[in-house]
C-alpha cells in the first residue's frame, strides 16, 4: 500500500501561482497529479516517472512544472500563469508500474487539496 498527502491548495486570482506537494510513504516508479472540477470528469494534469520523464496536458503545457525529489518520496507541481479553468480539486496519484495521464493506470490515490482561482 502506498498513502499519499497533498497539500499546498488554495485560492488565488488570475494570473498567480500556487505549489502542490504530495508526500508519500514509499518510492513510486511513477507519479502524478490529476484534477477534478465540479460536474466534469478526473483529468491528468502532469506525471513524472523513473528517469525524471515527464508528461503535460496540452492545457498546462508551458504553466506548469512538475518535480520530484525521490529522497523524500514526494512530488511537486508549481502551477504558475493560472487561470479560472484551472480550479479544480487536485489529486496526487501514484503507480508502481505504469506512467501516463490515463486515470485508470493509477493505483493510489491522495485525498486532493481544492485550487481556486478567481477572475
Known amino acids: 500500500q502506498v498513502q499519499l498527502v497533498e497539500s499546498g491548495g488554495g485560492s488565488v486570482q488570475t494570473g498567480g501561482s500556487l505549489r502542490l506537494s504530495c508526500a508519500a510513504s514509499?518510492?513510486?516508479?511513477?507519479m502524478g497529479w490529476f484534477r477534478q472540477a465540479p460536474g466534469k470528469e478526473r483529468e491528468g494534469v502532469a506525471s513524472i516517472r523513473g528517469g525524471g520523464i515527464t508528461d503535460y496536458a496540452d492545457s498546462v503545457k508551458g504553466r506548469f512544472t512538475i518535480s520530484r525529489d525521490d529522497a523524500r518520496n514526494a512530488v511537486y507541481l508549481q502551477m504558475n500563469s493560472l487561470k479560472p479553468e484551472d480550479t479544480a480539486m487536485y489529486y496526487c496519484?501514484?503507480?508502481?508500474?505504469?506512467?501516463?495521464?490515463?486515470?485508470?493506470?493509477?493505483?493510489?490515490w491522495g485525498q486532493g487539496t481544492r485550487v481556486t482561482v478567481s477572475s
Open positions: 496519484a501514484a503507480s508502481l508500474s505504469c506512467y501516463g495521464l490515463r486515470v485508470d493506470y493509477r493505483e493510489y
Open positions: 514509499r518510492y513510486t516508479y511513477s
